[in-house]
């Protein structure tokens, strides 16, 4: 067996640090392999041809090479597919961010990798075209990400008496699930997060929230309610906290200001 080969892959760039003097090391999410580290030597040395090449959220084909005894790919070439980061701007920019960050924390099998690379790509032609209520698109491939990572979360179905209600009030994190009004009442504790009567409204409509994407008025409180509980129930479900500095700068520095309602 030999001890090098090379392989080519199309994949999603999550994150790119700094290494050394010239060099980046990449965090590249492939269809065909999953999620791997890239080491690109020499990237940053004068003008290179490259530069723009591993920008977070491009989509790019890359030819690698690795090493059997080692977990580390390295970079031989490539090229640009899409580029979506700059196309966006703010604020929608941060939102992409949101989701790589997410991929980034995320332990992902090579079986999901194939999907999950799908879901990003459509998620940012979505942000592309969406230039209002751009939070909504977020929170569906919240949803989406649930599905194909097996934690789907049932927006319909009180976790309580499993009744199919249209008044959810609260969510439930130690079920995962939300809570009826009715079970509300006999189940108050310190996992309760329940929540307006607005939000309560969004959560009824996520599943099919692109058709109302043009005539919706979100408020911030409700922005805020309903992004808390996607990324609750992803922690919840995964055991781990999921740190999402780009959705908290989203919120602090530009949602108030600009839309304020
Ligand atoms: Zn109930």
């Given at each position: 067996?030999?001890?090098?080969?090379?392989?080519?892959?199309?994949?999603?760039?999550?994150?790119?640090?700094?290494?050394?003097?010239?060099?980046?090391?990449?965090?590249?999410?492939?269809?065909?392999?999953?999620?791997?580290?890239?080491?690109?030597?020499?990237?940053?040395?004068?003008?290179?041809?490259?530069?723009?090449?591993?920008?977070?959220?491009?989509?790019?084909?890359?030819?690698?090479?690795?090493?059997?005894?080692?977990?580390?790919?390295?970079?031989?070439?490539?090229?640009?597919?899409?580029?979506?980061?700059?196309?966006?701007?703010?604020?929608?920019?941060?939102?992409?961010?949101?989701?790589?960050?997410?991929?980034?924390?995320?332990?992902?099998?090579?079986?999901?990798?194939?999907?999950?690379?799908?879901?990003?790509?459509?998620?940012?032609?979505?942000?592309?075209?969406?230039?209002?209520?751009?939070?909504?698109?977020?929170?569906?491939?919240?949803?989406?990400?649930?599905?194909?990572?097996?934690?789907?979360l049932n927006l319909?179905?009180?976790?309580?008496?499993?009744?199919?209600?249209?008044?959810?009030?609260?969510?439930?994190?130690?079920?995962?699930?939300?809570?009826?009004?009715?079970?509300?009442?006999?189940?108050?504790d310190e996992f309760?997060?329940?929540?307006?009567?607005?939000?309560?409204?969004?959560?009824?409509?996520?599943?099919e929230i692109g058709?109302?994407?043009?005539?919706?008025?979100?408020?911030?409180?409700?922005?805020?309610?309903?992004?808390?509980?996607?990324?609750?129930?992803?922690?919840?479900?995964?055991?781990?906290?999921?740190?999402?500095?780009?959705?908290?700068?989203?919120?602090?520095?530009?949602?108030?200001?600009?839309?304020?309602?």
């Amino acid at each position: 067996m030999k001890n090098n080969y090379n392989l080519e892959v199309q994949g999603i760039i999550l994150k790119k640090t700094i290494y050394g003097d010239t060099s980046l090391i990449l965090e590249i999410l492939c269809k065909e392999v999953g999620k791997i580290s890239v080491l690109a030597r020499g990237i940053r040395k004068g003008k290179s041809k490259f530069s723009g090449l591993f920008e977070s959220g491009n989509r790019v084909e890359l030819l690698l090479s690795k090493k059997n005894s080692s977990d580390f790919y390295y970079f031989k070439n490539g090229t640009l597919i899409n580029a979506y980061l700059f196309s966006l701007g703010y604020p929608r920019n941060l939102l992409l961010y949101a989701a790589l960050e997410i991929c980034h924390q995320l332990l992902i099998s090579e079986d999901e990798a194939e999907n999950i690379y799908s879901l990003l790509l459509t998620y940012f032609e979505y942000l592309q075209k969406q230039a209002e209520n751009e939070i909504a698109i977020f929170w569906r491939f919240l949803l989406r990400l649930f599905i194909v990572t097996g934690i789907e979360l049932n927006l319909r179905r009180c976790t309580f008496c499993h009744l199919d209600s249209s008044n959810m009030v609260a969510y439930y994190s130690l079920r995962h699930g939300f809570i009826c009004e009715k079970c509300f009442q006999n189940h108050l504790d310190e996992f309760v997060i329940n929540f307006s009567f607005q939000t309560a409204g969004i959560i009824h409509i996520l599943p099919e929230i692109g058709n109302h994407l043009k005539n919706l008025s979100i408020s911030s409180k409700t922005a805020r309610e309903v992004t808390k509980i996607l990324l609750l129930h992803l922690s919840e479900q995964f055991h781990k906290k999921f740190y999402c500095k780009s959705i908290d700068y989203y919120f602090e520095n530009l949602y108030h200001k600009i839309k304020l309602k």
